[in-house]
């Protein structure tokens, strides 16, 4: 059961990244997952772009695995993977530019991937 709440935690967390760009322009990625959605059924050709449909692929997998007896680990690592390019390039964005809001809304999920790894060793070990 502790699985299926991490693996929860880690689709929740990722949603809650955020972007800066030019002077005025922001948005938290469930904002952008919206819009992504959307022009997946109407332009599907403006939505492929590795950025986009790996970390939507990982919080799919991710979701797959709440629906399973037991979370598949390989699936939960694969999804962590997916999404962990996108929220590991915001958090280094956040580094490079000092920007705590980038940098803390990155942490969540990176925070669960390590929680979710280690709960998957010990798991390992106690079998």
């Known amino acids: 059961m502790k699985s299926k709440f991490l693996n929860l935690g880690l689709i929740l ?4 990244g955020y972007l800066k760009w030019g002077t005025d322009q922001s ?13 997946l059924f109407t332009d599907p050709v403006s939505v492929l772009h590795p950025f986009v449909l790996l970390p939507l692929f990982g919080q799919v997998l991710l979701l797959v695995t709440l629906f399973q007896k037991e979370p598949g680990i390989r699936l939960t690592y694969i999804g962590m993977a997916c999404i962990g390019i996108l929220l590991l390039l915001i958090f280094l964005i956040g580094l490079m530019n000092i ?15 390590i929680w979710t790894i280690r709960h998957h060793r010990a798991q390992k070990a106690h079998r």
Not at 13 to 16: E, T
Not at 27 to 39: A, H, Q, S, W, Y
Not at 99 to 113: G, R
């Open 13 to 16: 967390s990722s949603l809650i």
């Open 27 to 39: 948005m938290f990625l469930f904002e952008g997952e919206r819009d992504i959605l959307v022009k």
């Open 99 to 113: 920007d705590h809001q980038i940098l803390l809304s990155a942490t969540p999920f990176l925070v669960l991937c």
